[in-house]
């Protein structure tokens, strides 16, 4: 066996063990930076061995894996960390494929971005026996010494057998040898013994898929023929599309007369009849999500499905079309902010409407986007919105948006005395400077800051350490 083979075996093992150890047996805080170092030293060093140049430069995405690998360090939000963990997945799998260049498609093309469903979903999959292969194949134990190895499993399993039935029988009869047995097993700590066959069955299911998932990117092989990426997608006939899009933009601009009021009202700040300030920006949120689906479907089926494009009259009809849309969807996204922006002046800040917010943001640069792209070509679209995702989510977790909606509502409760208390039950640790000041106006705080304690001591394994816990902690401390 080469020693190549051994080698991935041994580093199979040590990423099992850290996965099995660093987070199910662990936590997920500064575990996470620690094992992502451990992954790079194996992927470096095996690179290395491949005599594959790693160029920093030409890969970026080191970047945002390792900025999401220190907000597990440094904040404590569970929905941020439960998200953390696929964005950081999803990166470190299409960055380890472009390091061994198993991504052979145009950077940050679609197929690019569908490579992460073969290296991410089928690697750990399609390899897994042949690290059975590998193990039968160590020179280093002989038949000889393997088959002594098997006999002596096999009698140790028939007479662990035999004591199980001989023991009770044996028990039944006489009571001094009752009372050794007994007095032996009140002696064993059995908790020992399920801890460590826990975590044995752990890292067994662990072992074989991390073994294929190696196997699979070291001992990729380029295909010499690429499919070619070039089809020809315009079946739609030119008239039947712009007749049918005709028809619903002038739904649409009717929509708009029709709500012009409901619409201008969020933009100024004013709630309509009938309204609360919840269903106002819940009824914004769920209008503007489906058609905005809708709509970018529209715009896409236009752009490459509709045949006749080279035409510039046709070209300019079909990019007025999709700018309509676009804008028109861009609007229903601005003014579902809007009412969002106006619940949060009135009833403050939550997780929910952080989010909301977020990604309410997110989807009108999207937009903005796909408007450039209508009019330039050489826009790489995929390239840009992938970018401004992963800064936009970087920033959403560097923002420590806990401690911000925790200043924003113990502000709005000390000064407008609007009732926000509740809302820190589902804020992490980062928040507990904020409540200790909202505690000097209002008791009610104290329990709040009783049950961040308890979160603070059933939550002490040294792999779930981060920075907001221990700020936290002495903040408490202090108090």
């Known amino acids: 066996m080469e020693y190549n083979e051994k080698t991935i075996l041994f580093w199979t093992l040590i990423l099992a063990v850290s996965i099995n150890e660093l987070f199910l047996f662990g936590g997920f805080g500064i575990a996470v930076p620690l094992y992502i170092v451990i992954y790079y030293v194996f992927i470096f060093l095996q690179a290395k061995r491949k005599n594959i140049k790693i160029d920093i430069k030409e890969n970026m995405l080191f970047l945002p894996i390792i900025m999401a690998g220190f907000c597990f360090l440094l904040f404590d939000n569970l929905v941020l960390k439960i998200l953390n963990i696929l964005f950081l997945w999803i990166l470190i799998i299409l960055n380890t494929a472009d390091i061994y260049s198993i991504n052979s498609c145009e950077k940050y093309s679609l197929k690019w971005f569908i490579n992460i469903y073969e290296v991410g979903m089928l690697y750990p999959f399609v390899n897994i026996f042949k690290c059975m292969n590998v193990i039968k194949d160590f020179k280093s134990i002989s038949k000889e010494k393997a088959n002594r190895i098997f006999k002596v499993s096999l009698g140790l399993f028939i007479g662990l057998f035999m004591t199980i039935i001989i023991v009770p029988l044996l028990m039944r009869s006489d009571a001094a040898f009752t009372g050794i047995i007994e007095n032996i097993f009140m002696n064993i700590n059995f908790k020992i013994f399920t801890k460590i066959l826990r975590r044995l069955i752990t890292l067994f299911m662990i072992f074989f898929p991390m073994y294929s998932f190696i196997y699979g990117i070291i001992h990729y092989e380029k295909e010499k023929i690429l499919k070619s990426d070039n089809y020809n997608l315009e079946i739609l006939d030119f008239t039947i599309a712009i007749t049918v899009i005709s028809i619903i933009c002038a739904i649409y601009i009717l929509f708009c007369f029709s709500q012009l009021t409901y619409f201008i009202s969020a933009f100024q700040g004013i709630l309509p009849k009938d309204y609360t300030f919840s269903e106002y920006a819940r009824r914004g949120f769920f209008e503007c999500i489906p058609l905005t689906m809708i709509n970018v479907a529209f715009v896409v089926l236009l752009d490459l499905f509709v045949k006749d494009k080279k035409s510039i009259k046709k070209k300019k009809v079909l990019n007025i079309y999709m700018t309509f849309i676009t804008i028109f969807t861009l609007f229903l996204v601005i003014s579902a902010l809007s009412k969002m922006i106006l ?94 000041e909202m505690g000097k106006y209002d008791s009610d705080a104290d329990y709040m800051l009783y049950k961040y304690e308890k979160r603070l001591e059933n939550n002490n394994k040294w792999q779930s350490f981060n920075i907001a816990k221990y700020n936290a902690y002495k903040s408490i401390e202090k108090n």
């Open 343 to 436: 619940y949060i002046s009135a009833y403050g800040l939550t997780i929910l409407r952080i989010y909301t917010a977020w990604f309410l943001i997110l989807l009108s640069v999207i937009l903005v986007c796909i408007c450039i792209k209508i009019y330039s070509k050489k826009f790489n679209l995929l390239k840009n919105v992938f970018i401004i995702f992963v800064a936009m989510f970087i920033g959403l977790n560097y923002c420590n948006i806990d401690y911000v909606i925790g200043r924003y509502n113990a502000n709005l409760y000390i000064e407008k005395n609007v009732d926000t208390i509740s809302s820190f039950d589902s804020l992490s640790v980062s928040a507990v400077k904020p409540l200790l």
